[in-house]
């Protein structure tokens, strides 16, 4: 079974940075397209940004600028996530970009507050 951990979340001030990290086994990141999530309600969740691209509803609510980087080889998925906005605040998840997804980790909590 495919296993996630999210790390890295914190308290951010507005326009401030941080960098969420997801370890997984190098081969589910040399096999599959993964992406970041952010945790709506219940079992929702928000596309928020693959490898070379960020998605439109993370665009047009102006969270901030998010840029995803991976390390296959060392099995870690990166979220790095600039000039972050207090809309921003939420709880992100790595997974498959496409269904099926596995199961998800426990996810980073990032605020973003003065």
């Known amino acids: 079974q495919v296993k996630l951990e999210e790390s890295g979340g914190g308290l951010v001030p507005p326009g401030g940075s941080q960098r969420l990290s997801c370890t997984t086994s190098?081969?589910?990141?040399?096999?599959?397209?993964m992406a970041w999530f952010r945790h709506i309600a219940w079992e929702n969740y928000e596309l928020v940004a693959t490898?070379?691209?960020?998605?439109?509803n993370t665009l047009k609510s102006k969270k901030g600028r998010f840029t995803v980087m991976e390390s296959a080889e060392r099995g870690t998925l990166y979220l790095q996530m600039d000039d972050l906005k207090p809309a921003a605040t939420g709880r992100y998840h790595c997974?498959?970009?496409?269904?099926?997804?596995?199961?998800w980790g426990p996810g980073a909590q990032v605020t973003v507050a003065s």
């Open positions: 490898k070379g691209r960020v998605f439109i």
């Open positions: 997974n498959s970009l496409s269904s099926p997804r596995f199961a």
């Open positions: 190098p081969n589910v990141l040399k096999s599959t397209t």
